[in-house]
């Protein structure tokens, strides 16, 4: 594992070091507001010590809420992205930050303070002579505690399409690349002792008095500060490129795929950019809001998942609907679908095969007798969709023992080791002709055709019509065997989704 790490780190030196810089743009942004504001929230609340007790508990209870849940509070508001990971890791950092400033003041001893009145120093003169810079030490201690915190924390911002070596960790789940995934959450424990390295110099500098250490002090925190603004500018600056288009795609090896191969087309067939946010954690009830915000302009879909879940139409979605949803599309949101891919991935159930034997099963129906000693799995989305698994239950009579609910890259491991009994598969998975599964058959018919296509925001498209001839040529370049064996090679021959997409195109005669 540490040599595949390694090379892995040397090949693709380029991809984590934009990762690494993403990471620190994000948690270094955050760190700066929370020290902005918790060091004035600190010092006001020593001040006024009658505000203390209400203050803490605010920012105690928001401390308590889980980082996941303060991210899906956020997105309605805030939308998907960095300017939400940024809020939420303000929102955490705020705690040790007011604490320490708080607590280093409030235990000054009273007998300084009493001595610096007698002798006609003014209160502001008492806070920034005295109060603060004997209250350092353990405010510098509430500030290493959140940078670290901080950095650590920043992982989780990729679940919502924010940058970040979080990416690396979730890609490498979702493509079941462990090394990928050791080796980000290696990179995020480094970045953040070196942080702590560079704080606690900066500590030790703080203890010298001397004029000439005083100079240099000076010196540093000007380059620190130039230091930061340059992370958090250029990100700024990245991101109001003109003529970008931003395409997202769902946590799932196929969609990294197609995600990879929009990239190099568009980019290869017009002058455009392109500003790929990779397994936006959430799928759908994620990339859809975005896209009616304008956050995003493009993405990868499935017809079943729009019919059922976007429109929140009743029924079974057959392809015969597709101009029925295309015109609901275009007047309700101002979207429309344009290059269908041509493979059909939609969801299936399997089962381990030495449960399949011992219970006899081969159909879905089959189930309703073995359920109650069953485990379910499925990705989170899977529980809530309007085609899932409630209206699976309810169709086929199913009533399961207990339900699991899993990251899409994790089902396989799952069921290989015994965790879940029965899972939600898709047809086009990779890992499906290497796991010692059955899939049953959906003897009701119960889900509907999912045609891969992308939906794209209608005021992009007229604004570009030149990504009409990109989308020609994607049109049938998939079937489902095709992208079965893209998924096998991600998945199981642990090749990369852009080699995969660049070769995959090359055979296709689309690359010049």
């Known amino acids: 594992m540490l040599q595949e790490m390694w090379s892995m780190l040397t090949q693709r030196t380029g991809f984590f070091l934009n990762l690494a810089w993403e990471h620190l743009e994000i948690s270094l942004l955050a760190i700066l507001i929370a020290i902005v504001v918790g060091g004035l929230v600190g ?14 508990g605010v920012i105690n209870f928001l401390y308590t809420i889980p980082s996941i849940s303060m991210l899906g509070f956020l997105i309605p508001f805030s939308g998907i992205g ?10 955490y950092a705020l705690l040790p930050m007011v604490r320490n400033t708080h607590t280093g003041i409030t235990n000054i001893d009273p007998a300084l303070l009493e001595a610096a009145k007698g002798m006609g120093s003014t209160r502001l003169q008492i806070l920034f002579k005295i109060k603060l810079p ?22 989780i911002a990729s679940f919502i399409g924010a940058g970040g070596l979080g990416v690396a960790i979730y890609r490498g789940i979702t493509t079941n690349n462990a090394a990928m995934t050791m080796l980000g959450s290696l990179l995020i424990a480094a970045l953040a002792l070196i942080m702590d390295v560079i704080l606690g110099f900066i500590e030790k500098r703080m203890k010298k008095r001397s004029a000439k250490s005083k100079r240099t002090n ?23 490129k003109k003529d970008t288009i931003h395409i997202a795609t769902k946590p ?13 087309l568009i980019e290869q067939d017009t002058e455009l950019d392109v500003q790929l946010t990779q397994g ?17 302009d493009l993405y990868p879909e499935y017809t ?60 879905y129906s089959d189930l309703k007798a073995a359920a109650g000693q069953l485990t379910f799995g499925a990705e989170y989305d899977f529980f809530e969709r ?95 065997d095709a992208m079965a064996q893209i998924n096998y090679e991600v998945e199981t021959e642990g090749k990369e989704p852009r080699a995969v997409a660049e070769a995959f195109l090359q055979n296709a005669g689309l690359l010049q």
């Open 43 to 56: 010092i006001l609340i020593s001040e006024y010590q009658k505000s203390s007790k209400p203050a803490l």
């Open 82 to 91: 960095n300017a939400t990971a940024v809020i939420a890791l303000t929102v």
């Open 134 to 155: 004997l209250a350092m030490p353990v405010v510098m201690s509430g500030i290493r505690n959140m940078v670290t915190m901080t950095i650590a924390l920043t992982g």
């Open 218 to 240: 000076r010196i540093l925190a000007v380059a620190a500060v130039v230091l930061c603004a340059g992370v958090v500018g250029g990100g700024i600056l990245a991101s109001q």
């Open 252 to 264: 799932m090896t196929e969609q990294y795929v197609l995600g990879e191969m929009l990239d190099i």
């Open 280 to 296: 936006v954690g959430g799928g759908t009830s994620n990339i859809q809001p975005a896209m009616e915000k304008g956050e995003f």
């Open 304 to 363: 079943g998942t729009g019919w059922n879940m976007v429109l929140k139409r009743e029924g079974l979605y057959t392809e015969n609907l597709f101009d029925e949803m295309q015109a609901a599309y275009q007047d309700e949101l101002q979207l429309q679908w344009i290059g269908m891919y041509g493979f059909n991935n939609t969801y299936g159930l399997a089962v381990r095969r030495e449960i399949a034997e011992q219970y006899g099963l081969k159909t």
């Open 386 to 480: 309007e085609d899932g698994y409630d209206a699976l239950c309810e169709t086929y009579g199913l009533r399961f023992k207990n339900t699991v609910d899993l990251d899409i890259g994790l089902k396989y491991q799952a069921i290989n080791q015994g965790k879940i009994d029965v899972m939600v598969i898709f047809t086009t998975d990779g890992q499906l002709s290497v796991s010692d599964v059955v899939v049953l058959e959906d003897d009701q018919s119960f889900y509907p055709s999912y045609l891969c296509g992308n939906v794209i925001r209608t005021e992009v498209l007229e604004r570009h019509p030149e990504l009409e001839s990109v989308f020609e040529k994607l049109t049938g370049i998939l079937s489902d």
